[in-house]
């Protein structure tokens, strides 16, 4: 995970281009987030999403989640 995306694990079948709403809770945070991503590539079940903001709503809680990314796990080079 980082924050641009993250590697998801699944059984689901998904196809480069597939767009899903994806809700998870990431190491350190208190809640989970629903964050919409785009499937870029996959290796078996295996499959590398990157995060989407296509409205106001969207950027403003990517925004949020990438700063409080930033501060709480300290693994992004910014």
Known sequence: MNDGGLEVCTDTELTIGDKADLEFKPPHFDRALTLRGVV?????????????????TERDQLACFREIFRTKVGCIDA
Do not use: I, Q
């Open 40 to 56: 870029r590539n996959h290796k078996g079940n295996f499959y590398g999403v990157e995060f989407l903001a296509t409205s106001a």
